[in-house]
């Protein structure tokens, strides 16, 4: 048994030591030993700009006559309480988006930039028209010219909603109208496509909700736990939530369901999401694919009823391009809300952030929400801590026995351990009673510790004094310090074990966890330190009633 404990606590620190060591390469500007490899691009440099190709619509072929630089295109800002948006006159796409609310994670004097097509990176929203036949013309879509109708870009102060209109020129019979419609106080922006038959003959072509985006992923550390996925998702009620990775996309091998009446298309990151939503029942097919080099895209592609000449058809559609704020997604569309993805532990996970939420809406304060959800977990387990407590407490009491023990039959370790369990017995000591209850609550730590980083509520958040955003590490680690200080005293009130090994590393474990702590962020080192002062009170109270305070 001293030898498997030996081993597991050694395995304990070597681990330690290897997250230490990625903490510290994160810290410095490094990239992480577990961050993926970013797909690179053939051309070296990142595709993209106002003068790169068009990504072609999702499903047909290149369309005759479109080279790249080859299509006029200006852009046109538009500007609301929430968003600062940047529309593309060609295709009319969504080729930038600005969360003024929201600060960069690298540079909190930059706002979040969610879409944008520049020299570093793209990643926008298309959408347009396709023929339901290969061979048929062509029909307006996002490489389409389109005209801006003239009216206000930004929403006025009393004005609840803004529209801004494009309309592309006759092609193929068929004429576009597109119309963005941003409300205030809401990420979700209603996008109406509006089919005009300018023909001689009914027409039935399919429109595609498409959102590309390039493969590299911001580098994370293995403290970003299953949080840190970034790239397409869909979602159906049959297959459910689907996250499809980009290297899967670029070797042909990702699986994913290509049909259905339902469901929508997404591009994930931490924190943020890019989504096109079509609720009504209707038969659509989905599709993600790589588009060139180090480029990919994820499409939604949506019948139209046949139109007679003369007349139009319009399908009114969602894009919501904004904070992962689950109870909004949940409520915006089925399954939304799973991009916000907490792993493995979402079954625990999930009512904790209702529960932190509720206690959030009392308190209006995440912080103190994050110390009220702790009491009552604390609160919860408490006859189980007690119960390991007392365990503790009993072998603080048996130790000078074992010690004497372990001195006096050294030489003899098959005796020494038939004598100690005789004295466990006499005792009633269990020796692992006390790391029963610890194993029993380690999923609903872990739980909490993936809610405090996927919650984007977080972001930004303050607590008191110098804590001005939970979801990043303290500015002047002082919560660590006071983590480190509650772990240290904690540790004194705990049995010191009989093996001399054993007793250094009871010390020097705390010591390390509390330097990787240095890079967690403050919301989580608080529920970790009010944890530990909650902890100590009722080891320290259960010491007393056993007579074993020193």
């Not at 498997?4 to 330690?16: I, K």
Request: a neutral charge; proline letters at 7%; charged letters at 15%.
């Amino acid at each position: 048994m001293t030898d498997t404990r030996r081993a597991l606590l050694w395995g304990v620190f070597s681990v330690s030591l290897v997250m230490l060591w990625d903490g510290w390469n994160k810290h410095t500007g490094q990239p992480s030993m577990f961050a993926p490899q970013v797909a690179a691009s053939a051309a070296g440099g990142a595709p993209g700009g106002p003068g790169a190709a068009p990504v072609q619509p999702a499903g047909v072929a290149p369309l005759p006559g479109v080279a790249a630089g080859g299509v006029p295109s200006a852009t046109i800002d538009v500007s609301t309480d929430l968003l600062r948006a940047t529309l593309d006159t060609r295709g009319a796409s969504l080729v930038g988006l600005t969360l003024p609310r929201y600060h960069d994670e690298h540079d909190a004097s930059q706002p979040v930039v969610l879409f944008d097509r520049s020299a570093q990176r793209v990643y926008q929203a298309d959408s347009g028209l396709i023929p339901r036949q290969a061979g048929q013309a062509a029909l307006p879509n996002h490489t389409t010219p389109m005209t801006l109708v003239p009216g206000p870009l930004k929403l006025a102060d009393g004005q609840s909603e803004l529209a801004v209109s494009f309309e592309s020129p006759d092609q193929g019979g068929v004429k576009l109208r597109k119309t963005y419609v941003f409300k205030r106080g809401d990420y979700a922006i209603r996008v109406r496509h509006e089919v005009i038959n300018t023909s001689a003959a009914p027409v039935a072509p399919q429109l595609y909700l498409q959102l590309s985006r390039d493969g590299t992923v911001p580098s994370t550390s293995m403290f970003m736990g299953p949080t840190a996925f970034t790239g397409p998702a869909l979602y159906t009620e049959n297959a459910k939530f689907q996250k499809l990775d980009f290297e899967k996309i670029e070797s042909g091998k990702v699986e994913y369901e290509k049909a259905a009446d339902n469901g929508w298309v997404a591009m994930v990151q931490h924190h943020f999401v890019g989504a096109w939503v079509f609720n009504d029942k209707l038969a659509r097919t989905f599709q993600a694919k790589k588009e060139a080099s180090n480029l990919y895209s994820v499409a939604m592609t949506l019948p139209v009823d046949a139109i007679a000449p003369g007349t139009s058809k319009t399908v009114e559609t969602t894009l919501y391009a904004g904070p992962q704020e689950e109870k909004k997604l949940e409520a915006l569309a089925p399954g939304l809300e799973l991009v916000k993805d907490y792993g493995w532990v979402t079954m625990l996970a999930k009512p904790l952030f209702w529960l932190l939420d509720r206690l959030h809406g009392l308190l209006g304060n995440w912080g103190w929400s994050i110390v009220a959800l702790v009491v009552l977990l604390k609160i919860a387990f408490y006859w189980l801590n007690a119960s390991a407590y007392r365990s503790m407490g009993k072998m603080k009491a048996v130790n000078p026995k074992i010690q004497e023990l372990r001195e006096r039959l050294k030489d003899d370790p098959q005796k020494m351990q038939q004598e100690m369990m005789r004295i466990y017995r006499e005792e009633k000591v269990n020796p692992l009673g006390g790391c029963l209850p610890i194993f029993i609550q380690m999923p609903f730590f872990i739980a909490l510790y993936s809610v405090l980083l996927a919650s984007v509520e977080m972001r930004g958040a303050p607590w008191i004094g110098w804590i001005h955003d939970l979801s990043v590490q303290d500015p002047y680690y002082i919560l660590p310090a006071l983590m480190t200080a509650t772990t240290l005293l904690q540790t004194w009130l705990n049995p010191t074990p009989p093996d001399p090994t054993q007793a250094k590393m009871m010390w020097i474990m705390p010591l390390l966890f509390s330097v990787m702590f240095l890079f967690f962020p403050a919301g989580l080192v608080l529920y970790w330190f009010v944890n530990n002062l909650l902890s100590i009170a009722q080891q320290w109270l259960i010491n007393r009633q056993l007579g074993l305070n020193r």
